[in-house]
DNA sequence: CGGTTATCGATTTTT
DNA sequence: TCGATAACCG
């Protein structure tokens, strides 16, 4: 079947550097591969498989890989398929959650579940914690529903049931009651969470030895994508799939770590050489992303942290352009920079797709997004809402639920008057009291219901004669159908406003069902499945597909576009020219994280990832006013910026543009002039907003004042040395 | 029941 | 500022 190895073998480690192909030929012994940003760290993962397929140490069947995206999965998927022919789909390769699910699929009789199990999206999880917090008379006061979510997936994420917890207060204890009743109620409905595929999977493969003795022989190497975003759980799930003899194969960056707030633990890293066996890390150190300039900014940057496994990237690209660095006056006048420039790089022939505008937080898109939009530039925003996660879409999904396994609650409470059908509050109130008194679910209770409220039974009726359709009719058909019948399409097209999209989106979705491939989806599709042979089988595929998938695999591309993200999102991605903005102190780093231990640590990996993206050309900017959450807010430029080495940075009129700005505030065309001119007041001769310069102190912006006749009292913010309040009468400053 | 007003709160996010 | 969510009234 394969071509003659040892020939062919040669030419798949063509091209690899020594570092990588180290890497790639280790032998089959455990290993941990510290991959710096844009060394080919995707391609030694993948060169590895194909290396052990093609030298015949390894069968499709021995070999897992694991990822974090499906994304990533698919990445390796195809690459791996262009490398070598194999039937990449009988291999475990897939995303930790979507190897669990494959697994709890399988083993659903040990996993007590129902064959016909649900997962729950984080959406579908807080609806049912506030359902929970609801019935137990627990105010939101008391427990946020989201704190509570955090609570239970942060316990689920460490391993941990609720009856292995310990209440140090109260408090606590309640929170854990609530988990507890949680979890009862999954059960009941026959529901998953995310982080429960995780950890049931893993008590699984811990209680039942057959089980764990099987796939422990089974698979010889693991192989594992980011290994520093794994948490607790996943890498404890690791090791028991592993065993004592598979080879695990751990690619990641310390330095890339940023998700430590999910439960990421980079101790993982650390505890992966200690328990496995493993001397020293594999470091690929070469570059083949950046120019040297570049470069030299990430890597000086990232020297000031102190926890790290030591690596230093380097290149053999010329060290290019200089970062452009630019203080803005204000948020409004960075934004305008950015459009400038860009539009003058498109001019020259740099694609839009090629450039992207980071930010650290959501908000600061706004301003970016409304000059793109007045300045006519298609730009793409990342990290709205997905598609599986639009409402229309969670009621469509929601009627096919209810098709497989009526007693959803979630699902039930979803559509059961959407679109509107007389069945108010009230009415599913005594639907509730009914399920709890006697036990039942939701709809067992609208059944019993049925006679006395005309109503509820026609709903009844509805999803009757719907779940008669199943392994009738075809998915689309089934689909399509119960968005007419149930009124959803009317409903929308009544509407005033935004129908036509949600009508869109529910003509995509049946598109998608036409489309969608069950034996493509997370399932393992084997004879002895008895999922497969299930006459929902379909209905379930999609389902679970559309829980694990994001859904924006082909949205919106083709058009050439400016890419808008935050750094968080970035990971992983490249482009040519970066613009990174927003780079004031309190914003990042930000200021939240300040307060955490390490967290300052953290903001810098994400200063590092944001670095290492751009290939070519890296513009760093940041305003010295910003309107945020409707209030003009002044800052100083971020302490990441100072990091970076003077030579390789480039000033573009910083100082001048600071000046022109509070000396004679131009009135600016939109609504915020009002605010703009407020700032233009002087106390003791200093404006709000005004950089200064203290000699202790250092650089620092006022933020706020209090005009006392002769001097004045300033409140300015140093960064680094804090806010301090400072009379104009006795602290020695002068304007920067 | 369903639309309208008031209130709150606000990094980062994949599955 | 703006968006989501909750109490409120017709």
């Known amino acids: 079947m394969f071509p003659d190895a040892p020939e062919s073998s040669a030419q798949l480690l063509q091209g690899l550097n020594p570092e990588q192909l180290a890497a790639v030929t280790w032998p089959p012994q455990s290993a941990l591969v510290l991959a710096g940003a844009g060394s080919g760290k995707t391609r030694v993962l993948t060169t590895r498989i194909a290396w052990l397929l093609q030298t015949r140490q390894a069968g499709v069947h021995s070999i897992m890989a694991v990822t974090f995206t499906n994304k990533a ?12 022919p194999v039937n990449v789909r009988a291999m475990w390769l897939g995303t930790f959650h979507g190897l669990c699910h494959r697994f709890l699929r399988l083993h659903h009789r040990e996993a007590e579940l129902p064959a016909s199990f649900q997962i729950l999206d984080s959406g579908d999880q807080l609806s049912l914690v506030k359902r929970l917090l609801k019935s137990q008379n627990i105010a939101e006061e008391i427990i946020a529903p989201r704190s509570l979510q955090g609570f239970i997936n942060a316990q689920k994420e460490s391993g941990l049931r609720a009856d292995k917890l310990e209440a140090p207060d109260p408090h606590t ?18 529901v998953v969470d995310f982080a429960e595929l995780m950890l049931r999977s893993y008590e699984i493969l811990q209680r039942n030895d057959i ?10 190497h693991i192989l594992v994508d980011e290994f520093q975003d794994t948490n607790k759980l996943q890498y404890a799930w690791l090791k028991l799939m592993a065993g004592d003899s598979a080879a695990v194969f751990a690619v990641g960056d310390d330095d890339q770590s940023i998700y430590r707030f999910r439960g990421a633990n980079v101790g993982n890293m650390t505890a992966l050489m200690h328990e496995f066996g493993i001397d020293a890390p594999i470091k690929l150190e070469q570059n083949y992303r950046s120019v040297g300039n570049i470069l030299a900014a990430a890597n000086a940057v990232i020297e000031n942290n102190d926890e790290r496994l030591g690596k230093n990237l380097r290149t053999d690209a010329a060290a290019g352009d200089k970062i452009r660095y630019l203080s803005a006056p204000s948020d409004f006048e960075e934004a305008q920079f950015i459009i400038d420039e860009a539009k003058s790089l498109h001019r020259e022939g740099w694609p839009l797709s090629e450039m992207a505008v980071l930010y650290r937080s959501n908000a600061q898109s706004r301003v970016i997004e409304q000059a793109l939009f007045r300045a006519g530039v298609p730009y793409k925003i990342y990290g709205g809402l997905r598609f599986y996660e639009r409402q229309e879409i969670k009621h469509a999904l929601a009627y096919l639920r209810l098709a497989v396994n009526p007693d959803d609650d979630n699902a039930l409470l979803r559509v059961i008057n959407m679109p509107p059908r007389g069945i108010g509050a009230r009415t599913i109130e005594n639907l ?4 709890a008194e006697q036990g039942i679910s939701l709809w067992q209770a609208a059944c019993n219901a049925g006679a006395k409220a005309a109503k509820t039974a026609a709903f009844v009726r509805l999803i009757e004669s719907l779940r008669n359709q199943v392994g009738q009719l075809s998915l689309p058909e089934i689909l399509a159908g119960i968005l007419k019948d149930s009124g959803l399409i009317e409903y929308y097209q009544t509407q005033k406003s935004d129908h036509q999209d949600r009508l869109d989106n529910l003509d995509e979705l049946v598109n998608a069902a036409i489309e969608f491939n069950p034996e493509e989806s997370n399932f393992e599709i084997l004879p002895d499945n008895i999922a497969a042979a299930d006459p929902a089988f379909p209905l379930l595929a999609f389902l679970s597909n559309a829980a694990l998938e994001s ?36 914003r990042f780093p930000s200021e ?9 640590e953290e903001e810098r990996r994400l200063m590092y990832v944001a670095i290492t993206r751009a290939r070519k050309r890296l513009y760093i900017s940041m305003a010295q006013q910003r309107m945020l959450h409707g209030q003009t807010q002044f800052g100083i430029v971020s302490r990441f910026v100072e990091e970076i080495p003077p030579e390789v940075l480039h000033y573009l009129s910083a100082k001048k543009a600071a000046f022109a700005s509070f000396d004679t505030p131009k009135p600016r065309s939109d609504i915020r002039a009002a605010e703009t001119y407020q700032a233009a007041k002087t106390y003791g001769g200093f404006k709000i907003g005004q950089n200064v310069r203290h000699p202790k102190f250092g650089t620092g912006v006022i933020i706020d004042a209090v005009d006392k006749g002769e001097s004045a009292r300033l409140t300015i913010n140093f960064g680094k040395e804090g806010v301090k309040e400072l009379d104009t009468k006795y602290a020695k400053l002068e304007a920067v």
């Open 73 to 84: 999965a698919k990445e390796m998927q195809t690459r791996l398929g262009a490398m070598i």
């Open 173 to 190: 204890r309640r929170m854990i009651e609530c988990y507890a009743e949680y979890d009862k109620i999954c059960r009941r409905e026959g």
């Open 211 to 220: 089980l764990r003795q099987h796939y422990q022989n089974r698979f010889n």
């Open 432 to 435: 509730q009291t009914a399920s």
């Open 551 to 586: 859904g924006e695999n082909q949205a919106g591309q083709g058009e050439d576009a400016i890419q808008l993200m935050t750094v968080h999102a970035s990971k992983g991605l490249e482009f040519n020219v970066v613009f990174l903005t927003g780079m004031e102190e309190g």
């Open 592 to 600: 939240m994280s300040l307060a955490e231990r390490g967290g300052l």
